[in-house]
């Protein structure tokens, strides 16, 4: 007997289970209110513009809750007489990319106003969307439960609205990446006892705007306070004023804010900064020695006027340690060998002198090495090889002599990139995010295709770098180098260099600029360079190479008669010189002579016979050759009958 459906069998029963399924409180619907706010909000964006698809989900016949980049409370914490769920949460970063950049110019922040309707608010997300005007300052007042507030990657102007600072839930505000001017005292000095008292500020980002004036010390005053973030602004620092903080900071970055004198001693309060960057100012004096006591993951200092010996105190657990751009002096210290989690090492631009140390190379997990601009000599050590990490070298514009270790070959983080391979599963990845509210290390310089760029910290890891060029290197180029199938850029240009170019630097896939110019370099080029399909960048100029330029694959882009200028015979196409093979071949000077007698003597038996038998038919076809019957009269008329006759 088949077995029936009690539902499909009782209809009363299928009503509830319908009933169940669209009004018990799992599914309520968000507030009719909120739901409205939101659908103004999308219709004023669309009346702009309708070529926006990122809202689609956001229609009349669907809750709010259910929405694209809307969240609401959950259904358990709905009481059993509520009726529907509130928004919680708009996450609206990055709407228009799709549309960038014609329509983001046309989003001006009072568009922004229907979602000031939306008071149960904790988070809102509007980062990134180009969006023009003041911060609406009542708007953003009236949102009395956010919690985090994300406004970055815009263009705001006119200054910061006080009120911003006085939403007693707000522990993360983020205003970077702005327009925003003005100064941050003294009109906020009134809100100064509310904003101490009130306030639970986690994170504030001021960065990157242009704001003036003097930091004020109100700003150290929230005891809840970690992240502070001023860089990249007009603001200046009073050393004067005397800081005694009340706060307790993982996170600090002063950068490019005119920073004089000596670094501040008050920094020696905060115990642990993981994160502390007081780049780019004009900061004097050695590297104080309590600045090794505090806990430090990550310390840049570069582009100050620092100076003294190279520092040989630093703390223990640093990953990441810039000093380039200063003025320090003398070797390499012995301590840096303590640094046994030390990533990344930045001294570019300095006056570090000496010899390239072994136990330099001893330092097991560095990822990134940076010693460019310096007065380094001698060899480059063999104990290189150790750095299985190394990702990124750069020990060009120094002194150094000999030849290109083989044992290159050896450094794995250049073999292959980690996240491409599980070669070595223990290959930690370069520039993991400090810690959770995103920040960004100060971009690494580096020659890069031909020019200074910066490479972001978050892409770091996709970068794999190989620069010996400016120094006084000899011998060949060593073929391990082709070994390093990771590389992205390779410049051994301005060295001593001799010999051929090895075939096995075809063997680079991933490589994009290859500079080997001003150096002794001779012999062909291999043809094999053809299957570098990611090369951009090649430059062999001022060699002694001879012979074609390979064609084929990006070669063939490779167009620039700058790259291979004063050699002593390259052609090709890509220079528009004509290899001799390519030219039609001149008849050779023997030939003439061997054909010569034929031409006076076997010419001169067959052309007589053909021109003598030639005019004989043109005469006969003419009618002159016309011989006369025979006369019988063998006595010729006097001449004096044939004048009579005329």
Known sequence: MEATNPTMANPSLLLESIFILFFLPPCLSCPEYQKQALLQFKSSILAINSSLHTLDSWNSSSSCCQWDNVTCTSPSNSTSTSTSRVVIALHLSNLFAQLYPEFSERMPSILLAPLFFIRSLMVLDISDNSIYGQIPALGFGNLSNLVHLDIS?????????????????????DLSHNSLHGSLSPKFDRWNPLFNAETKLNTLRLESNLLTGEIPSWLFNFKGLKTLHLGGNNLTWNNRVKIVPKCM???????????????????????????????????????????????????????????????????????????????????????????????????????????????????????????????????????????????????????????????????????????????SNDVIL?????????????????????????????????????????????????????GLKALKMLNLSYNKLSG????????????????????????????????????????????????????????????????????????????????PEDQSPAPKPQDYDNKEPWFLWEGMGIGYPVGFLLTIGIIFLAGYFNPSPPSNNHHRRPHHSIRQRV
């Open 430 to 482: 370069v520039f993991h995010e400090l810690i959770s509210s995103n920040i960004m290390v100060n971009v690494l310089i580096v020659n890069w295709k031909k020019s200074k760029q910066g490479l972001p910290s978050h892409n770091i890891d996709m970068y794999f770098l190989l620069d010996l060029s400016n120094n006084q290197l000899s011998g060949e180029i060593p073929a391990s180098l082709g």
């Open 153 to 173: 990657q815009n263009k705001f102007n006119g200054s910061i609205p006080p009120q911003l600072f006085q939403l007693r839930h707000l522990r993360y505000l």
């Open 249 to 423: 900071l993982s996170e600090l970055s002063l950068t490019s804010c005119s920073l004089e004198g000596e670094i501040p001693e008050w920094i020696s309060t905060q115990k642990t900064v993981n994160f502390l960057d007081l780049s780019k100012n004009e900061l004097q004096g050695s590297f104080p020695q309590w600045l090794a006591e505090i806990k430090v993951e990550s310390m840049i200092l570069s582009d100050n006027k620092l100076s003294g010996e190279v520092p040989t105190a630093f703390p223990q657990y640093i990953e990441i340690l810039a000093l380039g751009g200063n003025k320090f002096s003398g070797a390499l210290p012995l301590n840096l060998t303590k640094l046994r989690n030390l990533q990344r090492l930045e001294l570019q631009d300095n006056y570090i002198s000496g010899e390239l140390p072994n136990f330099l190379f001893h330092i097991s997990h560095l990822q990134v090495l940076i010693l460019r601009n310096n007065s380094l000599q001698g060899l480059i050590p063999k104990t290189i090889s150790n750095l299985k990490y190394l990702q990124i070298l750069d020990l060009s514009s120094n002194n150094l002599t000999g030849e290109i270790p083989i044992g290159f070959v050896n450094l794995a983080g250049m073999i292959e990139a980690p996240h491409l391979t599980s070669i």
């Open 500 to 579: 051929k170019i090895p075939a096995s630097l075809s063997d680079l896939q991933n490589l994009e600029s290859l500079d080997l110019s001003h150096n002794k370099l001779s012999g062909s080029l291999p043809t094999t360079l053809s299957k570098l399909q990611q090369l951009t960048t090649f430059d062999v100029s001022n060699n002694q190479l001879i012979g074609r330029i390979p064609v084929g694959g990006q070669m063939d882009t490779m167009a620039d008669p700058n790259y291979y200028a004063n050699n002593s015979g390259l052609c090709g196409m890509q220079i528009r010189v004509p290899c």
